[in-house]
């Protein structure tokens, strides 16, 4: 046990910006609570958006779909697809190419997303289909 090491409370306020190119509030992570095996955010997906079509290069994702509908397009050249909506919870397995759409085109889409990666970004490729 390590009863010398603090609670960590993070509260962002402001979005960056991201490879995936979605606005995401980073919560935890090496940098924001010295996290060394997780990372856990919120992404919005703006009505109609998508992201870029990407992939984590070693790191699963797991991601709990807090409000929306979400079409997830994966695999090689994306031609596979899952409809997510509101209370599911997503796995994404390691090096899976994956671009989630947001199915309506008034409402954003929110999702908690962590990943067994405690820097958010590092690990995140951009994914070109044939």
Do not use: C, W
Not at 43 to 51: D, G, L, N, R, Y
Not at 81 to 105: K, T
């Amino acid at each position: 046990m390590n009863f010398d090491q603090d609670i960590v409370t993070v509260r962002p306020t402001t979005a960056i910006d991201t490879v995936q190119r979605l606005p995401n509030y980073v919560g935890i992570s090496e940098k924001t609570a010295g996290s060394t095996g997780i990372s856990m955010n919120v992404v919005t997906i703006p009505p109609s958006a998508k992201a870029e079509p990407h992939f984590h290069d070693g790191f699963e994702t797991a991601i709990y779909l807090l409000k929306g509908n979400v079409q997830t397009f994966y695999g090689k050249n994306l031609a596979k697809s899952v409809i997510n909506q509101s209370g599911d919870f997503i796995f994404i397995p390691a090096g899976v190419p994956h671009q989630p759409v947001n199915l309506s085109d008034t409402e954003e889409a929110i999702a908690l997303v962590a990943r067994n990666d405690p820097n958010e970004q590092e690990s995140v490729q951009v994914y070109k289909p044939d």
